[in-house]
């Protein structure tokens, strides 16, 4: 080794590159203890994984059933847990990290590689919303990373094997989220449009990808078929789609999401690169032999696969725009989310380095990876704080709720942990679930008759199970009118009432009233 090698051995962010896979595992333990740590409490996404979770089926409503199908297979290991929870969603951030890389691995060197993943975490839907409570749009991301990565690879050496990897990742991705369809169009029609990528996806073994993406769907599709309302219903009215065409309001709600997925990222890459952004230039020098592996240039200035990869990065992106603009002008839709945009331009950082590989010349860039690191390590320690900044805040949530204190007090006041459980929301019937396992879980959060009808329908279930059942609400939550709802069904029975003082709240914070009926079996009809 030589003297000018040796600073570069002790360079901390040379190793980040070099071992990448050690810091990821090293971050998502942490993430994992943090959230078992810091409450049993659960929040809303959290909460409905564990009520799905109950039962293996082939739809759950207005999402795809991939991700409950994984945080089935878990709670059957580990019970409706905290833990359960926290091990699928850290478990598939690191996944789509490592896919992140892998995907730009195929065009650029170590260190392009990590600034594409820890881009990741400067696009705030990903790297500080998915800590907080996301879960079906961190599945989609790691999924259109897969189909990236399956694509890059099919492009740069042809095999039939790369078609079985994508055929697997988008027959994955629309079990993972019904908006994958649209990555997947663009994805599509921007490699068949430019020749060198259009013959790759027309090679030897071609079939495999759609045979393969459509027998993975398939089960599920049929499912949808005869409960298309039940899954596209609660998206629709998410969306605000107008019969006016407010295209005004809609293009400013899809360019707040946009910016808001990419603002920070944008951002840190201004104040990292500076002029280099501007430079069309690759190699300082022919013997840059360190700046041309940064992004696996074989010889001179120019890496060999930039003739296709800018055309195909580049069209796929302006596709993007062009559909999102579309659905305001021509669809009617009037507001977009942060997590929407998110599997859609994740791979801008991509982009970025294979229109500028100058970025990724030695010494260049170096606080950009600093700042990754530091904004990382910054969603950690947040993340970790999150109930105490509730209490400092006064503006309690679910984490704060007393959920140990909540079931012992059920339990002595007669529960026997097998009824069926109704909340008046998903939450607090979730996080009940957690504590007593062996009972059915539900929530009757409707108002009106429907709230009736989900009343009428547990009570059928306790009485076909032969088991109690138990009734929750909780005052910061439960809707308006929610016990007539209940005397509809069950005429006079008892409210009983808990004031419990919330978790990692002030002192002088007014306790939170919990109100309960036990109707232990036999239940009267």
Not at 224 to 238: R, V
Not at 328 to 344: A, D, I, T
Request: aromatic share 12%; with cysteine; charged share 10%.
């Amino acid at each position: 080794m030589t003297s000018a090698q040796t600073p570069s051995s002790r360079d901390w962010q040379a190793r980040l590159y070099a071992h990448p896979l050690a810091w990821l595992v090293l971050l998502t333990v942490a993430h994992v203890v943090s959230r078992v740590a810091i409450s049993p409490g659960m929040k809303w996404d959290e909460s409905e994984q564990i009520l799905w979770a109950q039962q293996f089926a082939l739809g759950y409503g207005p999402q795809p059933p991939l991700y409950t199908w994984i945080q089935w297979a878990v709670c059957q290991l580990l019970g409706p847990s905290v833990l359960a929870l926290a091990l699928v969603k850290h478990m598939l951030i690191a996944l789509t990290y490592v896919l992140a890389w892998q995907a730009a691995r195929t065009l650029l060197g170590p260190q392009g590689a990590w600034r594409v993943a820890g881009a990741l975490v400067l696009m705030l839907p990903f790297g500080w919303h998915a800590l907080r409570d996301q879960t079906h749009s961190v599945l989609v991301t790691a999924m259109g990373f897969g189909a990236w990565w399956a694509l890059l690879r099919q492009i740069r050496a042809p095999r039939p094997a790369n078609f079985a990897w994508l055929g697997l990742f988008c027959g994955l991705g629309m079990l993972s989220k019904y908006s994958f369809a649209l990555f997947l169009a663009a994805l599509l029609l921007a490699a068949a449009s430019v020749p060198q990528t259009r013959r790759a996806l027309l090679a030897r073994g071609w079939w495999l990808a759609p045979i393969l993406a459509l027998l993975i769907f398939a089960p599920h599709g049929f499912w949808l078929l005869s409960h298309w309302h039940q899954a596209t219903a609660e998206t629709l009215q998410k969306m605000d789609i107008s019969s006016q065409r407010a295209w005004v309001q809609g293009l400013a709600s899809l360019g707040l999401a946009v910016l808001s997925t990419l603002g920070l990222w944008l951002l840190v890459v201004l104040l990292s690169y500076r002029g280099h952004l501007w430079r069309t230039d690759f190699c300082r020098s022919p013997d840059d032999a360190s700046a041309r592996a940064a992004t696996g240039a074989p010889d001179g200035c120019a890496p060999d696969w930039r003739s296709w990869a800018w055309p195909l990065l580049g069209r796929y992106l302006l596709l993007v725009c062009l559909a999102l603009v579309g659905m305001v002008l021509f669809g009617g839709v009037s507001h977009f989310k942060q997590r929407w945009v998110l599997p859609l331009l994740s791979i801008a950082p991509l982009a970025l380095y294979v229109w500028r590989p100058a970025l990724l010349a030695p010494a260049v860039g170096r606080g950009y990876t600093s700042a990754v690191v530091c904004v990382a390590l910054a969603f950690l320690v947040l993340a970790t704080v999150r109930p105490w900044i509730a209490g400092w805040r006064g503006d309690a949530d679910e984490l704060n709720h007393p959920v140990p204190v909540l079931a012992a007090q059920l339990t002595r006041a007669g529960y026997d942990g097998r009824g069926v459980i109704v909340g008046s929301d998903h939450m607090i019937a979730a996080m009940l679930h957690s504590r007593f396992p062996q009972g059915f879980a539900l929530a009757c959060a409707e108002f009106g008759p429907a709230q009736a009808d989900c009343i009428r329908a547990a009570r059928e279930c306790a009485l076909a199970a032969g088991v109690g059942l138990l009734l929750v609400a909780r005052s910061d939550r439960a809707p308006k009118g929610w016990w007539d709802g209940v005397f509809a069904v069950l005429p006079s029975v008892p409210v009983h009432a808990l004031d419990l003082p919330l978790d990692k709240m002030p002192r002088n914070t007014p306790p939170l009233r919990y109100e309960y009926v036990w109707l232990p079996a036999p239940i009267t009809p």
